[in-house]
């Protein structure tokens, strides 16, 4: 049996997979139990409907859950947690320590991760834990094991956290991992569903942003590149494998290392049996006169690198100057170069996602109302044109801010630091759980407070989407008499909603009839009368079909109601006859291919 076991909240581990592969090097069996994989007797946990719960109800499911891992929890001497402060984590890992003590009071609990970071007396309190690692583990961890195990002392370390009596202990710097040990990792994966596994094959960020929480700032270290490419060869012969996600927050600033992976990728086959998806940054896709790198784009599309997730932050160049200058306070990137890379990767066949912020401290409204409007109209063409790879936009999310953060000491300062309520936190309080940035201007700090109140009460991270509008033009429109350059944004913001609104009317609509026509299809497989009582009795005797149903009715409404958007407003003006002969012929072959699929034409249903 284990002598530590890890307890997974997440649904990829791949921090703690990693150590316990560094673990296993010494010689210490470990162990990872994920809470939402089936055990033997079939106990199942989904981490989403865990968390909507009422506290007592995830508590109870919890406590059944930890009591099917039995004989492993029994025999284990040490657990270990990962604790984080983002929002959108549905499990709490104190509610798993406390749960733990309680039923297994001899096991020694160790907690880790980003929330230590952050709020390191609160999650170790809250959690009842007797030790806790800031920073980079994987020589601290196995060090904590050995010298617990031989009853050795432990202040000397760097990163514990521990107690002393009452009293919570903070170490003076937190545990790093040598460069050399880095380097020298072996490959390791995390299997994140059935076809994809997670990896990361390389530690640290070259930039500095304000809100970061990156404990290695300046020069990146990679893996081996060897050893990540015999790892993926490795991989290849499990048949079930078809992604790999690469986790390194900046895969591709290392532009040199980035283009030897993608051509060795490439010659050996590799882009042939997996596709890839990884995270960038505007910065690593565009060269230094500010234009798209089309060489290195080309390059990520023929590796099959098949979606990048880019932090793109925002669409104005005020709040970019705040949230992405470089130490030296230049700007990394103004929003038309972020643009022509976005459109690069486009026309490259090459799908990217881009993460949003709502602003900064100093964020005025007419800067997040041009952010906003830039959003509605991208938004609106990433949903409603065919034809191409179309870009996805992230809702404009309200700024989280963690200790040790420049963004959080001064909004700490300036009294812009908010709790999950939208209630200003005072002082520094080693309090548990996310803190929001909201504007020093005070109609924007209002709607801000009010967003995040809204989105705490429905347990949803605080932003601005196309949902959104009606609160953010309400505002636009109570300060465009004051401000010209408002109004025209305004105005602007308003017609991009509108559009967005009729054509989601247009969506919704269509969803219905198809969902309708599509449970008929299956009555009538079963030989059943096509009523409505009958797709009701359907829809609960079978609900995963009946969802199934549902998602694939929305899909056909959504690219059918595309295809016609884009071809019904092409100016078709200096088509030749022979073009237009080809656009007409090409929008009846659509009209054609959705009465083939759902039973109906164009004419949208009242």
């Not at 609104?501 to 309708?516: D, F, G, M, N």
Request: aromatic share 8%; with cysteine.
């Amino acid at each position: 049996m284990s002598k530590f076991l890890f307890i997974s909240v997440t649904s990829s581990p791949i921090g703690q997979r990693i150590l316990q592969e560094r673990l296993r090097q010494r010689g210490i069996s470990t162990e990872i139990l994920d809470l939402s994989k089936p055990t033997g007797d079939k106990t199942e946990l989904d981490r989403h409907d865990l968390g909507r719960m009422p506290r007592a109800e995830a508590e109870s499911a919890i406590r059944r859950r930890l009591l099917a891992f039995g004989p492993q929890l029994d025999k284990a001497r040490y657990v270990g947690l990962t604790f984080f402060d983002a929002p959108q984590v549905e499990v709490d890992p104190s509610l798993v320590a406390r749960i733990l003590r309680e039923t297994h009071p001899d096991k020694t609990i160790i907690g880790g991760g980003p929330g230590m970071r952050s709020s390191p007396a609160g999650h170790f309190r809250k959690a009842n834990l007797d030790y806790a690692l800031i920073g980079e583990a994987d020589e601290a961890l196995p060090e904590l094991v050995e010298s617990l195990d031989k009853s050795a002392s432990v202040e000397h370390m760097d990163g514990l956290v521990r107690r002393r009596g009452r009293r919570v202990l903070l170490p003076e710097k937190p545990a790093k991992a040598s460069p050399e040990l880095i380097r020298g990792s072996p490959f390791v994966y995390s299997e994140e569903d059935d076809e994809t596994v997670g990896v990361l094959t390389l530690r640290g960020c070259p930039f500095a942003c304000v809100y970061c929480t990156v404990l290695r700032k300046g020069s990146p270290v990679p893996v081996e590149m060897d050893t990540v490419l015999n790892g993926l060869r490795s991989l290849a012969r499990k048949r079930a494998v078809r992604r790999i996600r690469i986790w390194d927050g900046q895969f591709f600033a290392h532009r040199r290392r980035a283009t030897l992976f993608l051509n060795r990728v490439i010659e050996e086959g590799l882009n042939k049996r997996f596709s890839f998806i990884s995270d960038a940054t505007i910065d690593s896709l565009k060269r230094r006169d500010g234009k798209p790198d089309e060489d290195l784009i080309k390059l990520v599309k023929k590796a099959n690198f098949v979606s990048l997730w880019i932090g793109l932050e925002a669409m104005d160049d005020n709040i970019l100057r705040e949230l992405k200058s470089n130490p030296q306070g230049r700007m990394r990137y103004t929003t038309p170069e972020a643009v022509r890379v976005l459109q690069a990767l486009a026309a490259n066949m090459v799908h990217s996602r881009y993460y949003l912020l709502a602003g900064g401290l100093d964020t005025k409204p007419a800067d997040f109302f041009n952010s906003y409007r830039c959003f509605l109209a991208l938004f609106g063409r990433r949903r409603y044109a065919a034809g191409r790879i179309q870009p996805e936009f992230w809702p404009l999310a309200v700024v989280s801010a963690y200790r040790g953060t420049p963004i959080y000491s001064r909004a700490l300062q300036g009294n812009s630091l908010v709790g999950r309520n939208g209630t200003p936190i005072k002082k520094d309080q080693d309090r548990v759980g996310v803190r929001y940035v909201v504007p020093k201007d005070p109609l924007l700090r209002d709607l801000f407070i009010k967003r995040i109140r809204k989105a705490s009460r429905g347990g949803k991270v605080p932003s601005f989407g196309a949902d959104e509008g009606a609160d953010v033009l309400r505002l636009a429109k109570q300060l465009a008499d004051q401000d010209a350059g408002v109004r025209g944004l305004y105005l602007k913001m308003k017609k991009e909603h509108g559009r967005i609104a009729i054509v989601e009317e247009q969506v919704s609509a269509l969803h219905r009839s198809v969902w309708k026509n599509l449970l008929n299809a299956e009555l009538k497989r079963q030989h059943l009368p096509e009523t409505r009582g009958q797709r009701k009795s359907l829809a609960a005797r079978a609900p995963e079909l009946a969802q199934d149903l549902k998602t694939r009715s929305r899909r056909i409404a959504e690219r059918f109601i595309s295809d016609m958007d884009l071809l019904d407003n092409k100016d078709t003006s200096r088509f030749t006859e022979e073009e237009k002969r080809a656009h007409s012929r090409f929008r009846l072959t659509k009209i054609r291919y959705m009465r083939q699929e759902t039973g109906i034409g164009w004419t949208m249903p009242a």
